[in-house]
C-alpha cells in the first residue's frame, strides 16, 4: 500500500534529513550491486549559486542606459597574451569542451551551427575533432587532454585556440569516462581503442608533473601554431587561487575555471557532489590571483559551471569574468530533456526533466548517444537553430541587466553592482549582504 504525504503525516511517519528516501535507495543499490552510482549531469545538492546574487539597478544614484537607443557592448578578445590571432568573439558566451563520442556527430555539428550563428566559439572536449564540427565552426578550440584520445597535431593546427584541460569541475583530480555502449567503430577508431570496451582516461597528463613542466608544454604548443593561436588552461574549481597563479606563471593566455555545478558525461556520482567548490566562491579567488599578478583583463578568465540565465551571466562577468562557457544548458537548448520525449524517457525509466543518463548512450532525443538508429532522430540544422536563439536571449538578458546599472559594455559590470541575499553567498562571492555594507569574512 502506498500513502500519500498527508497519510505519511497522519500516521506520525516523518523522513530523515540524514537518511532520505533517495539515501535510502542509494544504500540499497549498492548493497544490491557491489558497485558506485556512475551518471552524467552536474551537482544535484543545493549550492550558493547567482540566484543568491542581486543586481543593484540605476535609479537616482546610478544614471541607467536607455534600451532601445543607447548601445551596450557584448564583444571579448580571448587569448591577447602572447597568441598573434586572438579570439574576436561577438558574445561573451562560449561553448565547452564536450566530446565526439560523448555527444553525437550530429549535435556536435549542431554545436558549430550555433555558436557560428551568433559569431562566438565552441570546443572539441576528448576524442578528437570531427569534420561536421570543424565544417560548421567558425571558431573552434581544441581540448588537449590527459588521455591523448584522437590527439592530432594536423587537427590541432586546424583549430583557432588551444585548451589544456588540467581538471573539470564535475570531477576535479579524476579522469573521464566513456562506457563501452558507446564506443562505435567510428569512435575506437579516432581513439585507438577496441570497440565496445569502458575508456578510462587519466587524471593527469602523462608527461609532466608540475606548472614548470606545463611552461614546457605550452612552449611546445606555441610551436606547433607558429605562435597563432591562445593557448587556455582550464582547471577544475578547487584550490583556485593557487592554480590560477601556477597557470599565468606557465604562459597561458586564457584560464578556464569550471565550478562544481559543472556537468558530464559520466563519472562516479560522489565525485560530482562532493568534490570541488561552488562557481560562486571560485570566480573571486580567481580574479583575486590575476589582480595579484597584475594580469586581470590582461590574461583572460573564462567561467563555467552553471550558467543557465543571461543574469548568470551578467553576474559572473560582475564578478570579474571576461567570458562564459555553458554545456549542460547548450544540450539543452539543443533539445535534450524535451517533454516531446516524456514516453521515451519513462520507458527508461527517467522522465523529461530528470533524465540524467548520458553515459547510457540511450538517449531518445539522439544527442548524447553513438546509437544510428537514436541519432538520426535529431536535426543538426534545428538544433543549431535553437542553440543560436538561446545564446541571443542569454547576450539580450545580460545586456537589459548593463544598461539598468548603467554600463556601456557587459565588461563594465563590477562587484559594486551587486549585493548578495545570503551569508554564504556575500562571503563566497565577497560582496555586501543586501541592505548593509558587511561582506562576511572581509578584513575591516
Given at each position: 500500500m502506498t500513502f500519500t504525504s498527508d497519510e505519511r503525516a497522519r500516521l506520525g511517519l516523518r523522513e530523515s534529513a540524514t537518511f532520505d528516501r533517495a539515501t535510502i535507495a542509494a544504500i540499497q543499490r549498492?548493497?544490491?550491486?557491489?558497485?558506485?552510482?556512475i551518471r552524467g549531469w552536474g551537482a544535484k545538492r543545493a549550492l550558493p549559486h547567482f540566484d543568491d546574487l542581486l543586481f543593484l539597478g540605476a535609479s537616482m544614484s546610478r544614471y541607467p542606459l536607455e534600451g532601445y537607443r543607447e548601445r551596450c557592448g557584448t564583444d571579448v578578445v580571448l587569448g591577447s597574451r602572447y597568441a598573434e590571432r586572438p579570439l574576436h568573439l561577438n558574445i561573451p558566451v562560449t561553448i565547452a569542451g564536450m566530446s565526439f563520442g560523448a555527444l553525437s556527430a550530429g549535435a556536435k555539428e549542431a554545436l558549430g551551427r550555433g555558436a557560428s550563428a551568433v559569431g562566438?566559439?565552441?570546443?572539441t572536449g576528448d576524442g578528437g575533432m570531427t569534420p561536421e564540427e570543424r565544417g560548421q565552426s567558425t571558431k573552434l578550440v581544441y581540448q588537449y587532454l590527459p588521455s591523448r584520445y584522437g590527439m592530432n597535431p594536423d587537427d590541432l593546427r586546424k583549430a583557432?585556440?588551444?585548451?589544456?584541460v588540467l581538471g573539470q569541475g564535475a570531477k576535479p583530480g579524476g579522469g573521464g569516462m566513456l562506457l563501452g555502449q558507446k564506443i562505435s567503430e567510428r569512435v575506437a577508431a579516432m581513439r585507438t581503442l577496441p570497440e565496445g570496451i569502458d575508456q578510462r582516461s587519466a587524471s593527469r597528463h602523462p608527461d609532466w608533473t608540475g606548472p614548470d613542466d606545463l611552461t614546457i608544454k605550452i612552449g611546445e604548443l606555441r610551436e606547433i601554431t607558429d605562435w597563432q593561436k591562445p593557448i587556455y588552461v582550464k582547471v577544475g574549481a578547487t584550490r583556485t587561487y593557487y592554480d590560477v597563479k601556477l597557470a599565468v606563471h606557465s604562459g597561458a593566455d586564457v584560464v578556464v575555471v569550471d565550478g562544481m555545478q559543472g556537468g558530464t558525461a559520466a563519472t562516479q556520482e560522489v565525485f560530482i557532489e562532493h568534490v570541488g567548490i561552488p562557481t560562486l566562491a571560485a570566480i573571486p579567488q580567481a580574479v583575486q590571483a590575476l589582480q595579484e599578478l597584475d594580469m586581470h583583463r590582461k590574461v583572460q578568465l573564462i567561467v563555467?559551471?552553471?550558467?543557465?540565465?543571461?543574469?548568470?551571466?551578467?553576474?559572473?562577468?560582475?564578478?570579474g569574468a571576461d567570458a562564459v562557457a555553458i554545456g549542460t544548458a547548450a544540450l539543452i537548448a539543443l533539445g535534450?530533456?524535451?517533454p516531446r520525449h516524456a514516453a521515451d524517457y519513462e520507458a527508461l525509466g527517467s522522465a523529461a526533466g530528470f533524465y540524467d543518463d548520458f553515459q547510457d548512450g540511450r538517449d531518445p532525443a539522439g544527442i548524447s548517444t553513438q546509437d544510428p538508429e537514436l541519432a538520426t532522430r535529431f536535426d543538426p540544422v534545428g538544433g543549431g537553430r535553437r542553440l543560436a536563439n538561446y545564446l541571443r536571449v542569454l547576450t539580450m538578458e545580460a545586456q537589459t541587466i548593463a544598461r539598468a546599472c548603467g554600463k556601456a559594455h557587459?565588461?563594465?559590470?563590477?562587484?559594486?553592482d551587486l549585493v548578495a541575499i545570503s551569508i554564504e553567498a556575500a562571503a563566497m562571492a565577497r560582496v555586501p549582504l543586501a541592505g548593509t555594507s558587511w561582506i562576511p569574512g572581509a578584513a575591516r
Open positions: 549498492a548493497a544490491d550491486t557491489g558497485i558506485y552510482d562566438t566559439s565552441t570546443t583557432d585556440a588551444v585548451e589544456v563555467s559551471g552553471g550558467i543557465r540565465s543571461g543574469a548568470d551571466v551578467a553576474k559572473a562577468m560582475a564578478l535534450d530533456n524535451d557587459l565588461q563594465h559590470l563590477e562587484p559594486e
